[in-house]
Structures are given as structure tokens and as C-alpha cells.
């Protein structure tokens, strides 16, 4: 039996160095380089393939098809490119995971290279974390010093080098065709596809993007083997995955647990909503992906229960939300957020966004009637699998599935002629104010 | 047309580091969202100079690169304080108080969203202040970034004592991470100048310890390898 | 007389059809073809914003969104697509807004979306009334807005009122609906990416950089192209109405491409004119100046009625049968005295010309017609003779969509983006698919040859003969070689690229600069050449001509070039001169030209506005600018484009109506034959009837190098040269002082900056300013640093300063000296 819990990429958090090399040494790291080495390029693939390990970046594609998609009869030159860009509402495993043990990444980068044949690889990480970044930089530093990187790795004929690459803000970045656009020093605008990225990607040649944490996990199915990944997870959701809760818990923070547990195992083990609270609502995969409710706090939180149940895994990102906090201004703020970063290039989103921002300003400040909420639904229904990539559909998630679970809230707004809440209650010190 | 004293022509030591921003890609177009910190360090914002360096070390149109500065948020065509304060004011960091923090310091700072506050008699830094999106630390809500460095679970009392800290000078440390530098300081690493700070601070918040701490209180960990199945996937 | 207007010897390829459904219709469209243009097929129109068929797609603005329920695997689409970026399939099935519902919503959300932030400003609008977005907001949208109404009240995002991006265009960013169509345009068609999409999400819009204008040559096609009124001309803004405009294809007067236009005017005023669609030829892009450079017509000089000599010396305004007699008798009386010589220009339509052709023979008695107003050779008479007249598209000649298939395409002597605008773009076409090298011989690498990514053979003017030859043994069948018309004054080039062509298989073609050039040419205004490309030296070509033409015989004699007529006026052996559009500045020998018209007996000058010579003339006669009658440009390819009268002025006549009444007043004097033609109508019929010369091709003749060039530096190619003389090389930039660009202040501020370049080696020396001294002159401007350029070569445009190169320095590839200009210091 699997424990509830399964630190891997969390395991040296707590190391007092835990970014150092000596620190990762110690503890076996950079000893799968020799085992991938001894296997063919092919092998690795194959194995990554039998762990059964999807994207953790969201949109759970299984990784090592992925990287069997790189077509290995084009002569030009292979590219790995993590995306480091977290930046989805909510999501925030990626940035203590580079902070803490950015060497496990570092790692994870070379296996993935050697496995696509890149000899050239990028980690694209969000501009607005400094001290993740020197993290990473310095790891790198640390890694080509040690002979992990450069080249004739280990002794195995195989070159590779990493360039770390800051972002500039922008939330579009986290999109890869986005992402290869500002790392090839344009505007962040997704790229028509096909042709995908695999064909023809950074600089139109075969390049593989994965998640931090997707690359993070590839060391441990190499050294440990596909069975032991396999082992951890459900059937069709294999594996360990950093889950974060956020918000109204007690106790929130990082929870590295087999896919497939559920939120009501997760809330145990945080202490629960905080003190006196219930839970109202809370996002499974981050802003992006449809709201749910207590009455899903038993889904298994894997690709297919979160979208049986109509939402998505996304990246795991559980925003819990209890019943101070008004879901239409949750939401209004939401939609803010996709406006600010919608990048302009298609008309559902950019003007979408724009209208929805409106429409949501006024429904929170009392103002209309209950038709409004339908017209709501119908420019939902304008954008959604109208826009160009998926930020359009992220955008209109949490408002179609909040009018789903909370109608009767939005009309109390309309009814009351304002929002009905009061927002110092949801603070994370409104209950010590009482005392202060 | 303005003269700010910082935006003046780059240096050429500043030429010779865009320069080699660029040959660290197999198409120095790559480096130009570097190239950009570097002159937002260089420069204190994004000058029409500092676009025409970088056009003309790119062989590119500054319409591009004017295109490409105006594109992401980081990019500044005003200056920002010695330090910029962040405020997340996206929806769980508002609910749990950026709201609350973004207008304390609003008013006590006596500015608006991406302004810089006036430097009183006996400051000696300037700060700025501006409501930024999710800057991926939930777990540590409500967050505020000063020059990109995290400032974990602040309130507004406390913010506000951080930014007089920072106006008068003394020294003021990330919450898990390095004593805070310049924004142009923190703007030079961002373009992949390191600055010897990256031992400061530890390796994980307390949150992000939540569950590693509970795991070793229970003892749990990843299946042993040598215990589980070595070679065939399991079938279910 | 006419080459062919046949298609393209190309052919239809055989390309894999695949058939798709599109509203329950079948219909078989070449591979790669994408869905909004098969549906096009079967007459189902989508609407659409960001596409455009040439350029690549974008799939921004997601209004020709379209329902696939099989994608030709069994499986359909669970979201519509975007049909400008959606390929065709076989066994596709598509449900366009005309049989599917989902469909149908898509785009009225699309369209309602767009327009939320749209200002509602049509009836001030520029475009309104020829607006995509108005015209398919009424087709595909929704009858009311959602957005604004009384429970909405959206907000709309508003900008500050129009931006300059140039001198030629503006910008209103609240009408923009970032479609791209503009920078794409920029970016890829162009190569003048200076304008750039900027800011980000709803804010997004189009921009230039601090004080960098979108200069671009092309930049007028962005006003065309952009689908909303987001892009303004300023010349156009607020003029007009598109309703009220009269529409007229017409072909651009600027440069021998032979570019399709449409000339919109009103009540007898061009207001503007827009980019035809030729595909053969200029697609439907044009140049800046082919669209902005029309105010030339009607200025305060133009010539609106025939003027003759009084007696008291002064020209004095006279009737048409008036001038008609004086200036017979006068010609008559000087075809005694020696002789005429006519000297066409370059501009004619190919039915004036074929009037000069014709009046020289038969009224004129003579060969001594040539219509190179520029510096020439007989080297090239023999050349254009020989491997020129009668080349064109159904025979063989080099096409634009033979630029786009040759594997490799050598410029000699020719700046495609300043002398040849429409080859320009299509060779950045086939650049940009990967499919032409682009190799020019050229003394430095240019802007536009730059965006060609051409391979540049440094070469000084001058050797270009040994240059091509040193690159022959690289050239095959896939090769084309493209001569400019410069290369007339080096001994020795074109010769040589006769040469290289026949042995290497490669293909060769001439690009003059004029547009009136090929089409003069294949008339026979050149001492040695009859209509139709017939020889003079060959009696069967002149029997030919003369039967047809139902006269006794014609002169003999090969006749005088244009600088033989000039020495001949000023020495006396000629008596007369018939001259049209010719500017002394751009002649071999601006002072001997003057000094021969003063010198002539007697002139007749034919202009469309007053000018120095027709100042000098005994008679003027009022021409038709384009616009005002019908013609024919041939272009550089040898194709026939026609065109016919946008406006109507009836005292706004042709040339080839005072040449025959000329003519006819010459023939009541018992002196030769009228021409036979009074309209632009009876001279096609009668060139269509001569047609072309089927007879023995003059040979190349590799002897024929003797320059007819006069006018050298005594020391240029003797003596020892000492460090300050520099080889002079000089072209004529796209906007310059030309006089055809008069009366346009806006275009004319989007001219480049004249400059000297000169090496670095130069710079150092002689600072950043610098005076050029030649054997006619000295002219100062400003030096810029070429690093590429060849040593011991200066650079400057040719008319952009002065009266120009040739009559304030020296002849193109002379010897100049070089110095710091005075006062200055570098």
C-alpha cells in the first residue's frame, strides 16, 4: 500500500542546502545520468512511456509520447525547453520546487535531452522570482563545473548545453508556442498550429516542452524504474504529483501525494478550513479550470475524476475558498486577471475579456437582472473554443461554472442592490482583528 | 525628448554585456527579453535608446523591439523607486487581504497603482508601488514582492513598516530569500548577471514544508524501489 | 507590331486535387488549398478580417470561423475552426454560417465582439461605404449591439484621435481591429518591419518606435489592405466619398513594371489611386510612388492649349490647325536644312510612340528617332536589337513568375527597389519561400538588397563585364540573369551578358527604368530598328513596313542616336528637332543637349507641362498626362498592358492626334505621307495589323563596343589614380527630385535623406561632410559610411540633389575627386 503522502521532489526541502550539488549528491543525485547513459536515447523514451507520467504543466499529455514525436530524421538540431512560467492563479509547486532542489530539474533537463537528442537545452522560467532564478542559474553553474554539463558528459560522448532564460511577465509565456515566442525575443503571442512544436518549434526545429515538474520527475523513473512510478497513482493517472492548497485552510502549503487523492484527504491532513469556516468553493486545477464545490471534495484528483466531474487537474493548484467570500467577486477578479494578460491576438479573448470585466463589475455592484446573467452565459458561449489558444476558455470557466453552483448569489447581489459580503471577513488576520 | 539623467547613452561596457546576452543563443534575437532587464538595469526603464541598442545589435527594426518592450508587464517606460512593491491583488491574495494591503499602502504612500512615492527629507531610497497578478506563492498569502523577492503572508501593518524600512534605508530581507537588493540590481540578474546572493535565505518557506513535515512525522515516503516491482509496469 | 499577351509559358501544373463538402457541396481544390478559398469555389463567401490570400495566415481574428464535422479522418472538430488557416482534407466536410447554426453564432459573436469596441463612426469615416467591416457587419452580424445598449452601457476603448505613422499615413487605433493584415504586410511583403503590433491584450494596437516613421517604399498598401478605416492616407483623408468616385483600371506611370492601378477620381480630379490586381504581374501591391505621385498632372504648369513662336520671340497661345501649319512649314523647312531628329523620351504610351515611329518615316524621312533619353550606346542599340525587341511573355521572354521559379536570379546594373519596385517585391517573394538566390553585381549591399538577402559580387562600376563573366561558370537554364538599363554606358556589359546567357543557358532580360522604354522600343523609336522589331538594314524589314504603311520606301540610312542628334543640332547637320517629355538633366550630356535644342533651327516640343525645352521650342503642343487617354505600356517583360481613358477632357489630346495632324498639315505640303491614325483606336488597329517581324533576328554583334559616350573624364581610365578620385556610382532612388512626383508634399517626405557613401577609409579622411568635383561640377552632401562598400568608389543618388549627377558632376562611373567639404571638419 502506497502512503498518503510520497515526497520525491519534495523530499529535500527540508535539507538545510537542499540547492546545493553537494547537498543533491549526497542524496543520489545525477546518478541516473550513468543509467540513461548505458540505455539508448530510445530506452529512455520507452521508459518515461511505461511510467505512464503525463504533463504536469496542466494539460496531462503523456511525456514520453511527447518526446517520441520528435522526428528524428530531421537534421536540424533538437531542443528541450522547460516551461518555467507559473503562472496560472493558484499554481505554486514550480517555484518552491526550483527554489528548494533545482538540481533535480538540472538533472531531469539532461535525461530529457539526452532522450530527444538536444544538445542544446532552455529553462524558461517567469521574470518575477528573482531568487528562483539565481537558484537555477547557479545550479547550472554548479552542474557544467561537476562535468553534468558541457560536453562529453560522464564520459559518455553526449554534449549538452542550458541556457536559464527570465521571462518579462507575462501569463501567456505559460502557453508553449507563447513561450517559444519570448524566448525567441518576440511578443508572447501563441503560434498557429500545425505545425506543432515537436515538427517545428524553437527556431522551426523539433523542440519538446515540458513542465518543471514533468522534467523534475524524469531522474526518479530513470534511477527508480517505471514499475516504482507506476506504482503511485491510478490507472490511467500514474505517478506522484506536488498538490497545493491555498486559501482558507489551516495549515496551507506543498502536499506531494499520489494522483488520485482527493481534497477531503488533502483537507484532513492540513488541520481543514480554517477555524470556524466551511468551505464554499475551490479551483482543482487553478483559475482556468470550472469551479467546484464541497459536494466535490471526494473526486479523485486525477486527469479523468476532476474532468469526469466537469473541471480539469490543471496543475493541481487548490484554492480553497470558505463561506465569507463572495464567488462574484472572486470571479470579477478572475476575469481582471485574464483580461490584463489576455495577449491581444484574437478577438473572443481580447474583447471578450473586455466585455466580461463589464458585464461582471456591474452584476457585483447590484446592477441589472437576472437576463443578464444569461447574456453572461451566451458571451461565454462566443468565446469558449472561439479564441485562438486556450486563455479564452480559462477565462469563461470560472464564470459559467459559478453561475452554475452559485446563481442564486449573483441574484442576491441584484436583489440587494450591492454585494452582500463583507470582504475583511475573508482576510487571512480577520480573526485575530476581533482580539487586536 | 526627456532628459532624465537616466537615460542617458548606454555604456560600453553595457554594449559589450547586450552583446553577450545575445551570443548565448543560437539566434541572438533570443536574447532580447534579457537584453531588456540588462537596460532596465542600466538605464532605471526602458529608454528609446536602450531599444535602438538593442535593434541594432539584433539587425532588427525598433519598432520590433518597441513591440516586444511593450508587450510584458516587467518592462518599465517610467521609472520605478530603489525598491518596487508588488501587491498580489489576484483573487485568493485579494480574499485573503491584498486588497486590504494594496490600499494601505496606497494611502499611506500617497500614491496610485505604478507610482513612485515622493522621497521625503531623510529618505534614502524611493520606493514605488503596483498591484501585480499571481506571482505563484498561494501557500504564503497575501504575498507582496518587493524587486521580485517574497515577502510572505504580509498584512497591512506590516507592509507598511516594510516600505518605511526600505525608504529610510535600513537593511530588509526576503521572507525566503536574500536581503532585498535595487530594483536595477535584482533588473542585472534577471539578464543573467548573477550576484553572489544565492546562498542567503533557506531552501523552502514554512508552507512549502506542509506536507514534507507531515510526511516525516508519519513516517511516509515514496515506495521503496528496491521493494517495488523493477521491471514490468504494473498492469493495474 | 505587339508581342504577345499570352499567359505564362509555365503551364498548368499537375497538382493533387482533393475533394472536400462544403455546405453539401463537392468541389475538388488543388492540395494546401484552405477552406475559406474553397468555399469561395462554390460561391460561399465567409467573412473574414485577417486573411488575405498573399499573405501568410494568421487565424487572429476568428471571425471565418466555420464547423467541420469530419475532418476527412471520420472524426470532426468538437470547436469551429478558423477556415483561412484550416487546410483541405480529403473527404473534408465543412458547414459554413450558410447550413450550420454553430457556425453562424460563431461569427455574429465574433462580429458582435469586434464592434463592441469599435467607434461607431462610419459616416466620417474614410472607408465607409468600401469597408469590409461595415459591409459584413450588415451581411454577418447581429441587427443590434448588446454591448452598449440600455441595460450594458459598455464602455468603449478609446484613444486619443489619429497618430502619424508617416508622412503618408495615419493611424486611428480606435477603429483598428489588430487584424495584422498591416505589419504582416510590413514584415513579410515589404521587409520594412516598422511598424509593429505594440502594448498588449484589449490596449494592443499597431505602433512605430520613438522616432522612427514607417518609412517603407510600400507603404501606401497598408491603407489599401487595412479591412476597417484604421489607415488613412493622408493625401486622401476626408476627401471623398467612395460612392461618389469613378473607379478606372489603369497601369503605373512610374517605372516599366507595367503595375496594375486603379485611378479613382471624381468629377474629373484624381483623387487617389489604389493597387490593381495583376497576378501575373504587381499581385496587388504597388509601389508608394505608383500610388501617391499623380499631383504632377495638375499643377500651375501644365500646357492646356498649342503655343507658337511670334515673331516678336515670344511663344504665344495658338489654335490647333495654327500650330498644326507652323510647326508643318517649319519642319518641312528643316528637313531641307539637314533634317529632324526626334527624340521620344521615355514615357510615351507604345501608340505615341509608334506616331513618332511613323511620323519620323513617312513625314520626317528619316531614322534619326531615338527614345533613350539617358545615357546610351551603340553597344546597346545592337543589344536591345538583338536580344530584346519582341521578347515577352508568349515567346520565351523572362517573366515575374519565372523570377519566382529560377533557382538563381543575377542583378546587373539594376536596384530592384528603386528602379524596379513590382520586381523587387516578387523577388523577395520567391527569397522568402526559400525558392531564389538573389546575386547582384553590385558596389555595395543596399537596403533592398539586404532584404533580398542577396549575395552581393562587389563590383565597381565599370566591371561589370569581367564580374559577369567570373560568375558564369555558377549559371545554368535555372538561372536569370536581369539587366538594367545602366549598364548601357559600360563598354563591354551587356555584351557580355549576351554572352554569358547564350553560354551558360541561362536566361537574360532587360529592365529599363521608364515605362514608356520596351514600349518605344518595340515601336521602333531607335535609329536602327522599325516598328515590330524589323531591322532598318534589312530592305525586306523596310519593304515590309513601307507596304504596309502603303508608302514608296523608307529612309535607308540606320539613323543618328539621341547623342548623335545632339551633336548633330549643335553642329548645324540638323536642322530641326521634334522632342517630347525629354528632360535635358537626364540626358547623356545635360549641357550639350541644351546647347543643341538652342542651337536647333527649328522645335516642336510635345509636353504635358511647361518646361525649360518647351521654353526653347518654335511650337508647343499640350499632351494627355495617362489618365487622360488610352495607351499601352509594355513592360520590362515584353508584356502588353492597356488601359483606357479614366477622365474625359476633350482638349486633353494624345500625342499621336498632333502628330498626325503635324503630318497631315506636312503631306498637304507636298512633304511625305500622313500617319494615316487620328485616334489611340485606328493606331492599335494599325499596329495590330503590321504586327511583328518574323524575319532574320539581328545578330549580336560581340565587336559592337565602341561607346557612343562623348563626354569622359580626361583621366578616368589613364591615368594614375591618386587617393582622392573615387569611381562614381550613381542610381536614381524611387523618390527623388523627379518631376513626375511633383505636387506631393507628403510622399515627398518619405524620400531617403541624400547621402554620399563612401568607404570607411573615406569617412576617416574626409569627414561627414564631403564635396564630390567631377568634370561638370562639384556637389557637397552629406557622407555616410558604407562598409561594405568597394574601394575606391563613392555612392550617390543621382537625382536627389541639384539638377542631378549628370549635369552637376559627371557621367555615372566616372572618375570624381573627393574632399572634406570646406568649413567642415570631421
Keep these: 500500500m502506497v502512503d498518503t503522502l510520497t515526497p520525491v521532489l519534495t523530499d529535500l ?86 527554489m528548494g532542489n533545482p538540481h533535480v530539474l538540472v538533472e531531469g533537463v539532461i535525461l530529457s535531452s539526452y532522450a530527444i537528442r538536444a544538445n542544446k537545452a532552455f529553462i524558461y522560467i517567469r521574470g518575477e522570482v528573482v531568487h528562483v532564478i539565481r537558484r537555477v542559474q547557479a545550479a547550472v553553474a554548479e552542474a557544467y563545473a561537476a562535468g553534468h554539463l558541457g560536453s562529453n558528459i560522464h564520459g559518455s560522448g553526449y554534449d549538452l548545453d542550458v541556457v536559464v532564460h527570465a521571462g518579462a511577465g507575462a501569463y501567456i509565456c505559460g502557453e508553449e508556442t507563447a513561450l517559444l515566442e519570448g524566448l525567441e525575443g518576440r511578443r508572447g503571442q501563441p503560434r498557429l498550429r500545425p505545425p506543432f512544436p515537436a515538427v517545428a518549434g524553437l527556431y522551426a526545429s523539433p523542440t519538446v516542452i515540458n513542465n518543471v515538474e514533468s522534467i523534475a520527475s524524469v531522474p526518479a523513473i530513470v534511477k527508480n524504474g517505471a514499475a516504482w512510478f507506476g506504482s503511485m497513482g491510478t490507472e490511467k493517472s500514474k505517478g506522484h504529483g506536488i498538490f497545493s492548497l491555498s486559501g482558507h485552510v489551516q495549515k496551507p502549503g506543498q502536499y506531494e501525494a499520489p494522483l488520485g487523492i482527493t481534497l477531503r484527504e488533502l483537507l484532513d491532513l492540513a488541520g481543514g478550513v480554517r477555524e470556524g469556516h466551511q468551505l464554499k468553493f475551490w479551483t482543482p486545477g487553478g483559475s482556468s479550470t470550472p469551479l467546484f464545490t464541497a459536494e466535490h471534495l471526494d473526486v479523485p484528483l486525477d486527469f479523468e475524476g476532476v474532468a469526469g466531474a466537469g473541471s480539469m487537474l490543471g496543475t493541481r493548484a487548490l484554492q480553497i475558498f470558505d463561506e465569507t467570500v463572495c464567488v462574484v467577486r472572486a470571479v470579477l477578479r478572475w476575469s481582471e486577471f485574464y483580461k490584463h494578460e489576455s495577449c491581444g491576438k484574437c478577438t473572443p479573448c481580447r474583447e471578450g475579456t473586455w466585455w466580461l470585466v463589464q458585464a461582471l463589475a456591474r452584476l457585483e455592484s447590484g446592477q441589472g437582472s437576472e437576463e443578464d446573467l444569461d447574456q453572461l452565459l451566451d458571451q461565454c458561449d462566443n468565446i469558449l473554443g472561439r479564441a485562438f489558444c486556450a486563455l479564452g476558455d480559462g477565462a469563461t470557466s470560472p464564470v459559467t461554472s459559478s453561475i452554475q453552483h452559485f446563481r442564486e448569489e449573483y441574484l442576491a447581489h441584484l436583489e440587494q442592490g450591492g454585494c452582500p459580503f463583507d470582504p475583511a471577513r475573508s482576510t487571512a488576520w480577520s480573526g485575530q482583528e476581533v482580539s487586536a | 525628448m526627456s532628459n532624465q539623467p537616466s537615460a542617458n547613452q548606454l555604456d560600453d561596457k553595457t554594449i559589450a554585456e547586450l552583446r553577450e546576452i545575445a551570443a548565448r543563443y543560437p539566434e541572438p534575437r533570443s536574447g532580447l527579453l534579457p537584453m531588456l532587464h540588462l537596460v532596465q538595469s542600466a538605464q532605471g526603464r526602458i529608454t528609446p535608446e536602450g531599444i535602438e541598442a538593442c535593434a541594432a545589435i539584433l539587425e532588427i527594426s525598433a519598432a520590433e523591439v518597441n513591440g516586444v518592450a511593450t508587450f510584458y508587464t516587467m518592462y518599465k517606460r517610467h521609472g520605478v523607486g530603489d525598491y518596487h512593491v508588488g501587491v498580489c491583488t489576484n483573487t485568493l491574495c485579494a480574499v485573503m487581504g491584498g486588497d486590504a494591503i494594496f490600499q494601505r499602502l496606497k494611502d499611506h504612500l500617497e500614491i496610485g497603482n505604478d507610482e513612485v512615492a515622493a522621497q521625503r527629507q531623510g529618505d534614502s531610497r524611493t520606493v514605488s508601488l503596483e498591484h501585480i497578478e499571481c506571482n505563484a506563492a498561494c501557500d504564503y498569502a497575501p504575498v507582496v514582492m518587493v524587486n521580485w523577492e517574497f515577502m510572505d503572508n504580509q498584512t497591512p501593518e506590516s507592509a507598511v513598516q516594510m516600505v518605511e524600512a526600505l525608504r529610510v534605508g535600513h537593511d530588509v530581507s526576503s521572507t525566503r530569500g536574500p536581503k532585498l537588493c535595487t530594483w536595477r540590481e535584482a533588473e542585472r540578474v534577471l539578464a543573467g548577471f548573477p550576484d553572489g546572493r544565492v546562498d542567503e535565505g533557506p531552501t523552502a518557506g514554512t508552507a512549502s514544508l506542509a506536507g514534507l513535515e507531515i510526511a516525516r512525522e508519519r513516517g511516509w515516503s515514496a515506495p521503496d524501489p528496491s521493494v517495488a516491482p523493477a521491471k514490468e509496469p504494473t498492469d493495474g | 507590331m505587339t508581342v504577345s499577351t499570352g499567359s505564362t509559358g509555365g503551364g498548368v501544373e499537375k497538382t493533387d486535387l482533393v475533394t472536400v463538402t462544403i455546405d453539401g457541396v463537392q468541389v475538388s481544390v488543388p492540395k494546401d488549398t484552405l477552406v475559406i478559398r474553397a468555399a469561395e469555389q462554390i460561391g460561399v463567401q465567409i467573412p473574414r478580417f485577417c486573411d488575405h490570400p498573399l499573405l501568410a495566415p494568421v487565424g487572429a481574428c476568428r471571425q471565418c470561423l466555420v464547423d467541420v464535422p469530419d475532418a476527412g479522418n471520420g472524426r470532426g472538430f468538437p470547436k469551429p475552426q478558423a477556415s483561412c488557416t484550416l487546410p483541405v482534407a480529403e473527404g473534408m466536410v465543412v458547414s459554413t454560417q450558410v447550413t450550420s447554426p454553430v457556425a453562424d453564432k460563431a461569427q455574429q459573436g465574433v462580429m458582435e465582439l469586434l464592434l463592441i469596441n469599435h467607434p461607431l463612426d462610419c459616416p466620417v469615416c474614410d472607408k465607409g461605404g468600401e469597408c469590409p467591416l461595415q459591409n459584413q457587419a450588415m451581411s454577418n452580424g447581429r441587427g443590434d449591439s448588446r454591448f452598449s445598449d440600455e441595460r450594458n452601457r459598455g464602455v468603449k476603448r478609446t484613444f486619443p484621435k489619429p497618430i502619424n505613422l508617416s508622412p503618408t499615413v495615419l493611424l486611428d487605433r480606435e477603429r483598428c481591429i489588430v487584424c495584422q493584415r498591416c505589419t504582416r504586410f510590413a514584415d513579410e511583403i515589404a521587409g520594412d518591419p516598422f511598424i509593429a503590433l505594440v502594448e498588449r491584450g484589449a490596449q494592443q494596437q499597431i505602433g512605430i518606435a ?205 536596384e530592384p527597389e528603386d528602379e524596379a519596385a513590382a520586381v523587387f517585391l516578387r523577388l523577395r517573394k520567391s527569397v522568402r519561400a526559400g525558392g531564389t538566390e538573389v546575386v547582384s553585381l553590385a558596389p555595395f549591399t543596399t537596403r533592398g538588397l539586404a532584404k533580398l538577402s542577396a549575395r552581393v559580387v562587389p563590383t565597381a562600376p565599370g566591371d561589370e563585364p569581367a564580374a559577369l563573366r567570373a560568375l558564369a561558370a555558377e549559371l545554368d537554364a535555372t538561372s536569370v540573369l536581369l539587366v538594367g538599363e545602366r549598364m548601357a554606358v559600360v563598354p563591354g556589359a551587356l555584351g557580355a551578358a549576351a554572352e554569358v546567357a547564350a553560354a551558360s543557358g541561362a ?89 543643341a535644342i538652342d542651337a536647333a533651327g527649328f522645335v516642336v516640343a510635345l509636353d504635358l507641362r511647361r518646361t525649360e525645352v518647351t521654353d526653347r521650342a518654335d511650337v508647343v503642343f499640350p499632351v494627355a498626362p495617362t489618365t487622360d487617354k488610352a495607351g499601352t505600356f509594355v513592360n520590362w517583360e515584353g508584356r502588353v498592358r492597356t488601359w483606357e481613358a479614366a477622365l474625359h477632357n476633350p482638349a486633353s489630346l494624345p500625342d499621336l492626334r498632333a502628330l498626325s495632324g503635324i503630318a497631315e498639315e506636312m503631306a498637304r505640303l507636298g512633304e511625305g505621307s500622313p500617319l494615316g491614325f487620328r485616334t489611340v483606336e485606328e493606331a492599335r488597329a494599325e499596329m495590330a495589323q503590321l504586327g511583328s517581324w518574323d524575319g532574320v533576328r539581328v545578330e549580336a554583334s560581340p565587336t559592337s563596343v565602341e561607346s557612343s559616350r562623348t563626354d569622359r573624364g580626361s583621366d578616368d581610365s589613364t591615368g594614375e589614380r591618386d587617393d582622392s578620385t573615387v569611381r562614381l556610382a550613381t542610381w536614381k532612388q524611387l523618390l527623388d527630385n523627379g518631376s513626375m512626383q511633383d505636387g506631393d508634399k507628403y510622399l515627398k517626405a518619405t524620400a531617403r535623406t541624400p547621402v554620399a557613401l563612401v568607404t570607411p577609409g573615406d569617412f576617416d579622411r574626409y569627414g561627414p561632410t564631403v564635396t564630390l568635383t567631377g568634370d561638370r561640377g562639384s556637389m557637397t552632401l552629406p557622407a555616410e559610411i558604407c562598409d561594405d562598400l568597394v574601394e575606391g568608389v563613392v555612392w550617390v543618388p543621382a537625382g536627389s540633389v541639384g539638377n542631378g549627377v549628370l549635369a552637376d558632376l559627371a557621367s555615372p562611373g566616372a572618375a570624381v575627386t573627393i574632399t572634406g567639404a570646406e568649413g567642415v571638419h570631421g
Excluded at chain 1, 63 to 72: A, D, H, L, R, Y
Excluded at chain 3, 544 to 571: K, Y
Design chain 1, 13 to 98: 526541502w527540508d535539507a538545510e542546502l537542499g540547492w546545493k550539488l553537494a547537498t543533491y549528491e549526497e542524496r543520489g543525485g545525477y546518478a541516473a545520468l550513468d543509467v540513461a547513459f548505458a540505455m539508448s536515447p530510445d530506452d529512455v523514451i520507452t521508459a518515461v512511456k511505461d511510467s505512464g507520467l503525463r504533463g504536469r504543466g496542466g494539460a496531462g499529455f503523456p511525456t514520453g509520447m511527447k518526446w517520441s514525436f520528435i522526428p528524428q530524421d530531421n537534421p536540424k538540431p533538437k531542443y528541450l525547453v522547460v516551461n518555467a512560467d507559473e503562472s496560472e492563479p493558484g499554481t505554486c509547486k514550480d517555484i518552491p520546487l526550483m
Design chain 3, 210 to 414: 520613438e522616432d522612427a516613421p514607417f518609412l517603407s517604399y510600400f507603404s501606401g498598401n497598408v491603407i489599401q489592405i487595412c479591412p476597417v478605416g484604421a489607415l488613412t492616407s493622408e493625401q486622401y483623408r476626408f476627401r471623398s466619398r467612395p460612392f461618389d468616385l469613378v473607379s478606372t483600371p489603369g497601369i503605373a506611370e512610374h517605372d516599366a513594371c507595367g503595375s496594375a492601378i486603379r485611378v479613382d477620381h471624381r468629377r474629373g480630379t484624381v483623387l487617389r489611386r489604389q493597387a490593381g490586381n495583376d497576378p501575373a504581374v504587381n499581385e496587388e501591391w504597388i509601389s508608394d510612388k505608383d500610388r501617391f505621385a499623380f499631383a504632377y498632372t495638375h499643377g500651375d504648369d501644365r500646357i492646356t492649349y498649342p503655343q507658337v513662336r511670334d515673331d516678336d520671340g515670344s511663344l504665344r497661345p495658338a489654335s490647333w490647325p495654327e500650330a498644326f501649319t507652323v510647326a508643318a512649314r517649319g519642319l518641312a523647312a528643316a528637313k531641307a536644312a539637314g533634317g529632324v531628329g526626334v527624340l521620344t523620351g521615355g514615357r510615351l504610351s507604345a501608340e505615341d510612340a509608334y506616331a513618332y515611329s511613323k511620323l519620323a518615316r513617312v513625314a520626317l524621312d528619316t531614322n534619326d528617332i531615338d527614345f533613350r533619353a539617358r545615357p546610351h550606346s551603340a553597344e546597346e542599340a545592337a543589344f536591345l536589337a538583338a536580344s530584346v525587341v519582341l521578347t515577352g511573355p508568349g515567346n520565351g521572354g523572362v517573366t515575374y513568375d519565372d523570377l519566382e521559379s529560377a533557382a538563381k536570379v543575377v542583378l546587373v546594373g539594376l
Design chain 3, 507 to 595: 536566361r537574360l532580360a532587360w529592365v529599363p527604368r521608364r515605362a514608356g522604354d520596351r514600349g518605344a522600343l518595340e515601336a521602333g523609336c531607335l535609329p536602327t530598328l522599325l516598328p515590330g522589331g524589323r531591322p532598318v538594314a534589312d530592305p525586306q524589314a523596310r519593304v515590309d513596313v513601307a507596304t504596309a504603311w502603303g508608302v514608296a520606301h523608307l529612309p535607308e540610312a540606320e539613323g543618328r542616336s539621341a547623342d548623335a542628334i545632339v551633336e548633330a543640332l549643335a553642329a548645324g547637320t540638323l536642322g530641326g528637332l521634334v522632342i517630347a517629355g525629354v528632360d535635358p538633366d537626364d540626358t547623356t550630356d545635360p549641357a550639350a543637349t541644351r546647347a
